[in-house]
Nanobody
Framework: QVQLVESGGGLVQAGGSLRVSCVAS????????MGWFRQAPGKEREFVGG????????IYADSVKGRFTISRDNAKNTVYLQMDSLKPKDTAVYYCTAGTGGLKDENAFWGQGTKVTVST
């Protein structure tokens, strides 16, 4: 079992930046692909991006490409989501995942989420 805890969410103005972290416990994430998903109020959950176990391959949803950056530090059992040039439509609860399938695989361990609110 892998337990995931996200942190770093909060309120930020449009155009600002925020870094969300996901710390894992229970098992090393060094062999897991890590993903980020989000769910906005009243909307379905959507994929944000994912990173392979070794960080060699990173993919992003078109909606965040060029603004968001995913990184990982396996020694710290942590994955990060750096969000720049934030827009109100980025407002959502952000979740990290740890899985052994593809980078968009939802059949994975999930965190409880951290809320990000972007104001105009």
């Amino acid at each position: 079992q892998v337990q995931l805890v996200e942190s770093g969410g909060g309120l930020v103005q449009a155009g600002g930046s925020l870094r969300v972290s996901c710390v894992a416990s229970g098992r090393s994430i060094s062999t897991y692909a890590m993903g980020w998903f989000r769910q906005a109020p009243g909307k379905e959950r959507e994929f944000v991006g994912g990173i392979t176990w070794n960080g060699v391959r990173i993919i992003y949803a078109d909606s965040v490409k060029g603004r968001f950056t995913i990184s990982r530090d396996n020694a710290k059992n942590t994955v990060y989501l750096q969000m720049d040039s934030l827009k109100p439509k980025d407002t959502a609860v952000y979740y990290c995942t740890a899985g052994t399938g593809g980078l968009k695989d939802e059949n994975a361990f999930w965190g409880q989420g951290t809320k990000v609110t972007v104001s105009t």
